[in-house]
């Protein structure tokens, strides 16, 4: 599931729309609907209580599957899955781990703005921060191996999430 806006401007690049992103959000304004994953394998880690995921990407053209931290509040089980709210910050580091770029630090600094992140989820997003940055510095947790040679294991069925309520609002 994502947000209806997000899947519109991935579909058709309409940066209207993804502009619209945030204030729908902060004024409780959005809609969740299905989303199919495309463009890369995706194989991601996220621990209870962590502010952030991290995941590689492995694209069939790109021989060096890069490493991604995506800045969320902490996930929680639902019936039908994993909840959890993405804080539109992100650190995209080098498949060596010799380097990292901030993403989307405007977008970060709009919900700041129009009250979308709170001051007490900026203060835990910035712990996050400093410690995702120490366990690529550290090569440590999940930084530390290799996902390459992870085993998927190709019998795990795709979830499927139920009909009844798929279009959900905020």
Partial sequence: MAPTTWIHWLRTGDEEVREQAIPNLAAGRWELDRWTWRDAVLISRSAPGDWFTVSRFFRPDDPEPGWYVNFERPHTRTAIGIDTFDLLLDLVVAPDLSTWTWKDEDEYAHARRIGLIDDATHRALDRARQQAIE?????????????????????????????EGMRLTG
């Fill in 135 to 163: 366990l690529v510095t550290a090569r440590s947790g999940p930084f530390a191996g290799d996902w390459s040679t992870l085993p998927v294991d190709r019998t795990w069925p795709l979830p499927l999430l139920p009909v």
